[in-house]
């Protein structure tokens, strides 16, 4: 966890230098690298779902926000959202099952903390 000083704020950043990678300026730096702790991991990520938008592998730093939510989701529940079934990651990046809203409402997370998790 790193801590930054911003104005008058202080910004706490995520990080993991285990799988970072050196580039340069002048280097095209995609996205590729299937590597990570799985519970946090986006479905892109672990290949579990693929963006339907996407002809290539590669994918955004959007990746990071899904494990900033998962982050979060430990830390009001006491658990990772999807760490005990890849099904319950596919039927949710499917839109067929709201697991995350349906946990976090049962252990009384208020509707704006829901929308911020998801």
Not at 39 to 62: C, Q, R, V
Not at 70 to 92: M, R, T
């Amino acid at each position: 966890m790193f801590v930054k000083e911003h104005e008058s704020d202080l910004w706490i950043k995520i990080g993991d230098f285990g799988i970072s990678k050196r580039a340069r300026a002048t280097d095209n730096t995609a996205f590729v690298t299937q590597i990570g702790t799985w519970a946090y991991m986006a479905p892109e990520i672990s290949g579990l779902y693929e963006n339907a938008d996407s002809e290539s592998s590669e994918y955004t730093n959007k990746v990071d926000l899904w494990s900033l939510g998962c982050v979060i989701h430990e830390i009001l529940i006491g658990d990772a959202p999807f760490h005990k079934s890849a099904g319950q990651l596919v039927q949710y990046c499917a839109g067929r099952e709201d697991l995350l809203t349906k946990t976090l409402f049962a252990q009384h997370i208020s509707t704006e903390g829901c929308e911020f998790v998801t």
